[in-house]
């Protein structure tokens, strides 16, 4: 309300509200339209609008209008009798001009300066007995100040025995008490007379967004949230707050208690470690710091790893689905927040960073939290990982499964690249299967721009992956990056035929195909083949069932990779 009666003022038409000449409109027509656009009868109430003999009536009540909304339509009009006028896009408070904003003075202030924020305001106020004061105040609570911040009772310089109730100056315009009020007065046996009250203002009475919307030029975003990170606030401005982001940077500090660095980023976060450039705007330039996130204590310098406090509710829903004694595969576990409540659940944990940094906190809050002894830590890339100590422990635990006791989960959560290591999948393992129950589970992150974001996360996994995802996958949204941007967690069993590479029933039969790059083994030498090198593959059904259908040349190279050549 306070933002919206300054914003009113600035925005005042040049025209008059009110009834167009020689028309006549009645006390009760104005309530009859307003009610028709949805105002309550609460908002209506007559001590809140009490109307004169005259037809003014209509303009006290656009008035009340935009005390509670701070905006006219400007199509919206009282029509009588055929006769129409509309109102201005705003209406000015000339009671209270500027009331509870800051000074206009301060328009465009870099460097922050709290002596330029002192006004002073006048305010109705009642003088009361002091033992009465609480009485009043619960009598009059709608009509009293209420402002943080700002005191309700103050000393009356003149009478010690007394005090002086501040009231809403929204609520008695022009120092008058409606007759709901003075009834109540009555009763308790108070002067209804209503004194004028010098209220100084200072910095410190002013909300954050009153201030940088007093400050900043007229019509551009304010920036008054941010993400916590401990003692940590992380802003990220726009091109044209730049000029004021030290400003800005003071003001979070100076009404966010706790809150002692105020730090902007200044480049797009680095895909290889996830972390990104960042500039101090104000306080102290200490950017180590300790957050709690369900009920779990992680320690990190925010400048070298990367930390979202935005992803806590993501955090704990996986943990959720874990089971005592499932496998935990954590392929971008950054310090831990995954990582760490599983073991804390009696998973069995494998926890992998590529970043040094992230890994040494990693081992530090493994430390912190008590489970140092129950997760196996890795520093390595995370392709190398899942090819590496993923795949020993799965062909391990796999074949040592006979019944479902066990579930394996592999998370995967580096959005902007996670679904490119998705064909690392593609014939993991060698062999039969032991159960199609018992299949890992994986969780993978991404982002996407598309106005079908689940379709579009789905379609590209499948295609990394080599095999569809339509009705084998569930997708939840994780939460909005940025206008028409959206984090998404595509979560599936890898299906049997993608994850095993089974024997091939052809006992070794093999001849030269020009369909087919699956089981390629080794390079017909150019004097046999009359031609330029060709693959040898299997052509058993088996083998076609679980070929490639990508770019052949591709799966060539990955297949060279993949088997040592004689």
Known sequence: MWGALGSARQEQGSSTPGPA???????????????????????????????????????????????????????????QKRRI???????????????YSPPPEVRGMTLLNREAF???????VLKVKKEI????????????????????????????????????????????LGESEKEVLKQLHISPEVSEYNLELTYENFKSEEILRAVLPEGQDVTSGFSRVGHIAHVNLRDHQLP????????????NPGITCVVNKTNIIDSTYRNFQMEVLAGESNLVTKVKE???????????????????????????????????????????????PAAKKKCVVFANDLNPESYNWLLHNCKLNKVD???????????????????EELRKELTLVKEQKTAFHIVMNLPALAIEFLDVFRHLLVGEPCSAAVLPTVHCYGFSKHENPTKDIQERAGAVL????????STYLVRNVAPNKEMLCITFQIPVDVLYKRPCPAGGKWHVDFRLLFCCLRLVPPHQSHGPLVPQVCVCHSCRASSATSDPSRSLRRLHRIIPQP
């Open 21 to 79: 000449a020689g028309s006549r409109v009645t006390d009760s027509e104005p309530f009859r339209i307003l009610w028709g656009f949805g105002y309550s009868a609460r908002l209506l109430k007559t001590n809140h609008y009490r109307p004169a003999a005259s037809n003014t009536s209509s303009p006290a009540v656009w008035m009340l209008l935009a005390q509670r909304s701070g905006r006219i339509p400007a199509l919206f009009a009282v029509v």
């Open 85 to 99: 006028f509309t109102m201005p896009e705003t209406v000015q408070d000339d009671t209270n001009p500027g009331l």
């Open 118 to 124: 002192k006004r002073t305001v006048i305010v109705p």
């Open 133 to 176: 004061v609480h009485t009043l105040l619960k009598s009059l609570k709608q009509t009293v100040l209420q402002r943080p911040g700002l005191k309700r009772v103050v000393e009356d310089p003149e009478d010690e025995d007394s005090k002086l109730i501040i009231l809403d100056p929204h609520k008695v315009p022009e120092f008058s």
């Open 244 to 255: 004021y982001r030290h400003l800005i940077g003071q003001v979070i500090v100076d009404k």
């Open 294 to 340: 369900n009920n779990f204590t992680y320690e990190l310098d925010f400048a070298k790893v990367y930390w979202n406090p935005r992803l806590s509710t993501e955090h704990g829903r996986i943990v959720e689905l874990l089971k005592p004694g499932d496998v935990l595969f954590d392929v971008f576990a950054g310090i831990g927040p995954f990582a760490i």
């Open 373 to 391: 002894n129950k997760i196996k830590a890795f520093n390595m890339d995370g392709r190398d990982f899942l090819l590496g100590p993923v795949r």
């Open 466 to 473: 080599g095999a569809s995802l339509e009705g084998r996958c």
